[in-house]
Nanobody, 127 residues
């Protein structure tokens, strides 16, 4: 069982930055690939970024955030981060972190492959 708690959301102006954190319980955090998703009102939950438990923690991003967002993890602190720069109004959403099912091979971003989810943190970008 893994429990995830996000923090760091808030209100920011266009072009600003925020850093989200996701603290995980459990001693096997390093075994999980960790992802960030977001959901805007009236829209489907969408993938944002992923850091793998394998391949030396390499990362993968949605095209909409590539070059602006950076995902990272600190296995010693059981925490995954999402640094968000040059924020746009369309980045407004509730952001969720999630731990992917163990044994997933390759790059898979479907929400159904993520077993544990946090409660979400609101990010609002004002113009």
């Amino acid at each position: 069982q893994v429990q995830l708690v996000e923090s760091g959301g808030g209100l920011v102006q266009v072009g600003g930055s925020l850093r989200l954190s996701c603290a995980a319980s459990g001693r096997t955090f390093s075994s999980y690939s960790m992802g960030w998703f977001r959901q805007a009102p009236g829209k489907e939950r969408e993938f944002v970024a992923l850091t793998f438990s394998w391949n030396d923690g390499s990362t993968y991003y949605a095209n909409s955030v590539k070059g602006r967002f950076t995902i990272s993890r600190d296995n010693a602190k059981n925490t995954v981060y999402l640094q968000m720069n040059r924020l746009k109004p369309e980045d407004t959403a509730v952001y969720y972190c999630a731990a992917q099912d163990l044994g997933i091979v390759g790059i898979t971003t479907a929400p159904t492959t993520f077993k544990y989810w946090g409660q979400g943190t609101q990010v609002t970008v004002s113009s």
